[in-house]
């Protein structure tokens, strides 16, 4: 595991070299999961941070992170974490049905019907 975490770090704060964006992306995305898997949450949680700083729309990486918060059971940063997401990736709307984020079925399904749409606001049913 440490020879993963020294080729993330190379790779994300040392390296020279070419590198797109997609793959310093993906790239905190690995190393957060491999801390997840770990049981280190806490630098699991600074990576998607770090990572959602640098890539704010990046709807992946904020469901990757909402998934891991509700795991911890911090619910209330998971669900918005997810809004976020499907905020910036209308083809994950689904999982806006989803029990464990918590929302009533008919807000689920309204929220989900909203963003696909993409009338409302943000804060509209419950999505914020």
């Known amino acids: 595991m440490e020879i993963a975490r020294r080729f993330y770090e190379l790779f994300l704060f040392q390296w020279k070299g070419y590198r ?14 491999l801390e997840q898997r770990a049981k280190d949450y806490t630098k699991a949680r600074r990576l998607f941070q770090e990572a959602t700083e640098r890539y704010p729309t990046h709807a992946r990486l904020l469901q990757a992170w909402a998934l891991m918060e509700s795991k911890c059971g911090k619910l209330e940063e998971a669900q918005r974490l997810i809004k976020e997401a499907v905020e910036n990736d209308k083809s994950l709307e689904p999982v806006l049905k989803w029990k464990m984020w ?3 079925p008919a807000t689920a399904a ?5 963003v696909t749409a993409g009338t409302a606001a943000p804060g509209a049913v419950g999505i914020v």
């Open 20 to 33: 797109t964006e997609n793959a310093i992306a993906h790239t905190y995305f690995l190393w957060a999961l």
């Open 102 to 104: 918590g929302l009533p």
């Open 110 to 114: 309204a929220a989900a019907a909203i």
